[in-house]
């Protein structure tokens, strides 16, 4: 059988947790969108798959463009240097609801699980609900990958002071500022320039309204379902899709309506109950790694995207 090493840090993770006797997840109150909270609908049936929206997250956010990128396949997937990407989907049958493209990028958790994994307070909620990421705060210990249910950050590899990457809604490149004003234009890259406005940003009740117009209006056109409203407690990045083309088939994995933060935050809580030594760890580790960032930083070396 084959076992990926982020499914054995998965496996590995649950067995401390059994051993020490933590099956229960903590209980947590479900949370809601901030009043001012922005986000981004995606609507499958308007996508073409031209990949604009790639190329321009690219740009947006000084990524290197991928070794690789010479087919029209390439980049596979998100990585350090991919913060989008669209992917195709044939079911092989005649008929357009056969196929469709999916754009996928971090989903911007209404309750993130990768903050409630991150010891370090790297991966944070803003005030409109966007999850940002601070490189300087991150030591590769890569809990906010195990615990994104989207497998959304990405670890930077081939970095000497590795961290992890991931969309924050252009925050960091695009002249954005943490209550939301974006670029010149008012939004991301990638809604700036989709050629159909299959990717739309705005505010997230606007978002969620229009989602649900467009099924009520088509419903021969859309499956009867909006991705992201309930999903782990709800995510600002909304998702439609073609009639007879399940979420699922796009890689959007089937999951309930209870966060996933309850179970990393319980697991912490278990494991390193009464344990000093961690957060030493932590600690003596965080150090040398704000240490290192900042000789680089005077160096003048890049060390993040
Ligand atoms: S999709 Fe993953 S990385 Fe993005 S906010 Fe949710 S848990 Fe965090
Ligand atoms: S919001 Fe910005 S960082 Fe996120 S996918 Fe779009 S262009 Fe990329
Ligand atoms: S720019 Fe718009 S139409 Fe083109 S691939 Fe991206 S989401 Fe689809």
């Not at 989907?89 to 005649?94: H, Q």
């Not at 009639?243 to 912490?268: C, D, I, M, N």
Request: include cysteine; charge should be negative.
């Amino acid at each position: 059988m084959n076992i990926s090493r982020r499914g054995a840090l998965k496996v590995a993770a649950f067995g401390a947790a059994t051993a020490a006797g933590a099956r229960k997840a903590e209980a947590r109150e479900k949370k809601t969108a901030p009043p001012d909270a922005t986000g981004m609908l995606y609507d499958a049936t308007l996508c073409i798959g031209c990949k604009a929206c790639v190329a321009a997250c690219r740009d947006a956010n000084d990524l290197e463009l991928e070794k690789s990128s010479t087919l029209y396949d390439d980049p596979v997937d998100l990585s350090a240097n991919t913060c989008n990407i669209i992917k195709l989907y044939d079911g092989g049958g005649d008929g357009e609801a056969q196929v469709s493209f999916v754009k996928q990028q971090c989903m911007h958790c209404i309750d993130p699980a990768c903050a409630a994994a991150c010891m370090m307070g790297s991966f944070q909620k803003r005030q409109n609900g966007i999850v940002t990421w601070k490189p300087e705060r991150c030591i590769g210990c890569r809990y906010c990958q195990v615990a994104c249910p989207f497998n959304i950050p990405k670890f930077e590899w081939d970095s000497p002071i590795p961290a992890m990457v991931k969309c924050q809604m252009c925050l960091a490149k695009a002249g954005t500022t943490e209550e939301g004003q974006l670029n010149e234009v008012g939004q991301p890259a990638c809604t700036e320039v989709c050629p159909r406005e299959a990717v739309i940003y705005g505010p997230y009740e606007e978002l969620k309204a229009e989602a649900l117009r467009r099924i009520a209006e088509n419903p021969d056109r859309y499956e009867d379902h909006v991705y992201g409203l309930e999903e782990v407690g709800g995510t600002q990045v909304l998702y439609l899709t073609s009639k007879g083309v399940p979420f699922s088939k796009l890689g959007l994995p089937e999951l309930g309506p209870e966060p996933v933060p309850a179970l990393p935050v319980g697991l912490q809580h278990t494991i390193y109950k009464g344990f000093i030594a961690p957060i030493a760890v932590y600690g003596i580790v965080a150090g040398l790694v704000w240490r290192t960032r900042r000789k680089s930083d005077a160096a003048g070396e890049e060390v993040g995207a």
